[in-house]
């Protein structure tokens, strides 16, 4: 009996160890230098402690082995085999029970040396590498129960989005990344059309650090990094400079490009080249304790604003105003493992008709996330890579009627509806509105992320609009996202 049971051991283990050596881009001992490599270290006796406490991590699926048992045959395995054995259970720590921590924590010191030594392989071939690819899959079920207008309904409500990315250095200060992304609304059912089966390079940037007296500069397309924490930005793609810089406990970001596209001039076939649509900004933040982080800006936006039933436009059927210029602050104040954001915007109307002078927004956010600080969307609740967290966040915004920048509103389209409605919430998410923000994130598998959202929106000021009553809309998200 104790035959068998050591033989199923090896069944396990073995086939385990040639998976995880193979995984980790080291052909099984395939070949004589590779074999001396392996034997530079000592093998582990076959009655060693470690071959019962990894076949306890195969057997809670913290590790993986072959089902098919490639290996026949049982032997004794080295040092080197198994620290790349310890180090795959590392890399699922987190989703460990705490017996299944005791035992990774107990490997991963017996083979301490040998796991140090392959780090140095493993930072030597990154050093060598200069550009690496990723991507994100995301499907997505979304609804709505929208006040004016008509529900979301067909292939409206099934959605998904590829992205391709890559990343790599220029030079010891150089680094460039690029993203190609699926376009239009990828609309599941509209295979046949042109929507969601074509691509576009949407982001693109150059980043240097150390110049110029900035820790970084950023140049190129990219998403409209938020100001403070979030309620001033924009998830899809601009055109900048980005200038960061620290010191201690202070730290600054500025930045300055174009967040809309220029006016197309029929006449002339060409686009207008008096309306750039330049946005800038400047904000310094600085720690005031492990506790507490303060941000303040001002922000430049020789941007124009009226309202739009389809676009970033003002959320009103009435009013306009030339440009805009206004304070940002915000506060981050840690509780233990809870944290709360608030998020303020004053701003001051050029030349506005039908528009109070002085509109102004603030938000606030609630949530057990250990992710850094800003508004969800701008980012995320969870981190991918650690299997089994989670976290949930609720929040609350109040936005006048051109508070925020036409295009630069740190919450349009985080809802979906119909676009083409009137006061719709895809594209009029931080104008002239008051909303309620619930969501909740799941690590379900490694780098595999669910994430359930709501949102209640109700108009701010009606009689910026024709509408008889205050509801906009409710809207429902499900998403599954894999991030590689």
């Known amino acids: 009996m104790k035959k068998t049971r050591a033989l199923k051991r090896w069944m396990t283990i073995v086939p385990l160890v040639l998976m995880s050596v193979t995984m980790a881009g080291l052909p099984a001992l395939s070949t ?15 009655n060693h402690w470690a071959y019962d406490a990894v076949d306890k991590l195969a057997r809670a699926g913290l590790v993986d082995g072959y089902a098919d048992h490639t290996f026949q045959g049982g032997r004794t395995l080295t040092r080197y085999e198994f620290a790349i054995v310890v180090a795959k259970a590392m890399d699922n720590f987190d989703g460990a029970s705490e017996a299944n921590k005791e035992l990774i924590d107990k490997l991963s010191a017996e083979f301490a040396g040998e796991l140090n030594r392959l780090g140095a392989r493993v930072a030597k071939v990154e050093t060598k590498t200069n550009t690496w690819i990723g991507g994100e899959t995301r499907f997505r079920l979304v609804g709505n ?10 292939s409206d409500t099934f959605e998904f989005r590829q992205r391709i990315k890559f990343w790599g250095n220029v030079n010891d200060k150089m680094s460039f990344f690029g993203r190609i992304a699926t376009t239009g609304g990828n609309k599941f059912g509209n295979a046949e059309y ?23 500069i950023r140049v190129g397309r990219s998403a409209l990094d938020f100001i403070t924490t979030g309620l001033i930005g924009k998830p899809m793609n601009v055109d900048g400079i980005l200038l960061t810089n620290s010191w201690d406990k202070l730290s600054f970001k500025g930045w300055t490009g174009n967040i809309k596209t220029n006016k197309w001039d029929a006449a002339n076939a060409r686009f207008s080249d008096n309306d750039s649509y330049q946005f800038t900004t400047g904000q310094l933040g600085y720690k005031l304790s492990n506790k507490v982080t303060l941000y303040g800006g001002y922000y430049w936006a020789d941007v124009s604003g009226a309202s739009s039933i389809g676009g970033f436009g003002l959320n009103t059927n009435r009013g306009s105003f030339d440009s805009s210029q206004g304070w940002t602050s915000s506060v981050v104040y840690k509780m233990g493992k809870y944290t709360l954001l608030g998020d303020y915007v004053g701003s001051k109307l050029d030349r506005a008709v039908d528009l109070p002078d002085n509109p102004k927004g603030w938000a606030v956010q609630f949530s057990n996330s250990q992710a850094p600080p800003a508004m969800y969307q701008a980012v995320g609740l969870v981190n991918p890579a650690k299997k089994g967290t989670d976290a949930w966040m609720v929040s609350y915004r109040s936005v006048d009627a051109g508070a925020l920048p ?4 740190g919450f349009d389209t985080t809802s979906v509806a119909n676009p083409g409605q009137p006061y719709n919430v895809f594209t009029h998410s931080t104008d002239n509105v008051n909303a309620w923000f619930l969501a909740y994130q799941k690590v379900v598998a490694k780098n595999v992320v669910l994430s359930l959202e709501y949102q209640d929106y109700k108009i701010k000021d009606r009689g910026l609009t024709s509408l008889t009553k205050d509801r906009l809309d409710k809207t429902y998200m499900t998403k599954l996202e894999f991030f590689y």
């Open 32 to 46: 004589p230098v590779q074999a001396a490599v392996s034997q530079s270290f000592s093998d582990v006796p076959a």
């Open 406 to 409: 036409s295009g630069a509103g």
């Open 145 to 154: 129960d929208p006040g004016i207008g008509n529900k979301l309904s067909g």
């Open 194 to 216: 042109a929507s969601g089966s074509e691509i576009a390079l949407d982001q693109m940037t150059v980043t240097a650090k150390d110049t110029l007296g900035f820790d970084s």
